[in-house]
């Protein structure tokens, strides 16, 4: 009886939300029957990362193959970190999405963002010990006023049941925007631009990491805050995020 109570009081609740947030979709604010989804429309366009994939990139891979499936980038210029996983390529309704939550302020996106986030990373997260969101440094962070990448870590910690470290990985460098720079030109933006916390080091010796951006675009920044955690002891770094510029091969 008290379950029967509780489900019909967890009812009651959720009409009384839809009724003074009429569920909408996330992308384009159409009527929807329930909060936090796609319309059908949006979920047609939505470009979702389909396999095959490259077993260190996550990136789109034109056939399937016996054995380890690697990019001519993975076989070139490997990660620093052991895998990749993404949601979608960054384009159309994923862009318009990460650029909802990460300049308009809209923070609830993070809620479904989230939950495709732990779903497409489950063979990461299943063995992993601690998710580290990557930081902001405190400048920007001050502009923003919240981290993206924080905000998703704590949707994928409550799915996944994985505890984040927040204050794990520490952003030390202001570097300059990412947007227009080349490969190396981004990875030499990004030395030294992170630093362990040393209330944490402890907490790093032998912890298997899931890293959580909201982008991956050429993996500069999952690299070097890679290198500082493997530095500092973690025994391995693994990367999650919501979208990817990806190219096929």
């Known amino acids: 009886m008290g379950n029967l109570n509780f489900d019909a009081f967890r009812n009651f609740g959720k009409r009384v939300v839809d009724l003074i947030y009429p569920p909408s979709c996330i992308a384009c604010s159409a009527a929807l029957a329930d909060q936090d989804g796609l319309c059908p429309a949006c979920w047609r366009q939505m470009p979702f990362i389909e396999r095959p994939v490259c077993d260190r ?4 891979l034109p056939v ?6 690697l990019s001519p980038l993975a076989v070139a210029d490997p990660p620093v970190f052991g895998r ?3 949601v979608a390529r960054y384009d159309g309704v994923a862009r318009e999405l990460v650029h909802g939550l ?3 302020d809209q923070t609830e996106l993070a809620r479904t963002m989230g939950v495709w986030m732990a779903r497409e990373g489950q063979d990461l997260l299943k063995d992993a010990t601690l998710i580290v969101p990557i930081p ?3 400048l920007r962070l001050w502009r923003r006023r919240f981290n993206q990448a924080v905000a998703l870590a704590d949707v994928i910690s409550q799915k996944s049941g994985v505890p984040v470290g927040f204050e794990t990985l520490q952003r030390v460098k202001a570097t300059r925007p990412q947007v227009g720079l080349t490969r190396n030109e981004r990875a030499n933006n ?4 992170f630093k362990v916390n040393e209330t944490e080091q402890a907490t790093l010796f032998g912890a298997r990491i899931v890293l959580v951006d909201d982008v991956m675009t050429t993996a500069s920044t999952g690299n070097a805050a890679a290198r500082t955690l493997l530095k500092a002891g973690a025994a391995s ?3 999650l995020v919501f979208a990817m510029v ?4």
């Open 57 to 60: 990139y996550g990136t789109p």
């Open 64 to 69: 399937e193959h016996g054995g380890m499936m």
């Open 84 to 86: 990749a996983r993404g």
């Open 102 to 104: 990460k300049y308009r």
């Open 136 to 138: 902001l440094h405190f």
């Open 190 to 193: 990004l030395e030294k631009a």
């Open 237 to 239: 770094v693994d990367l």
């Open 246 to 249: 990806a190219k096929v091969g």
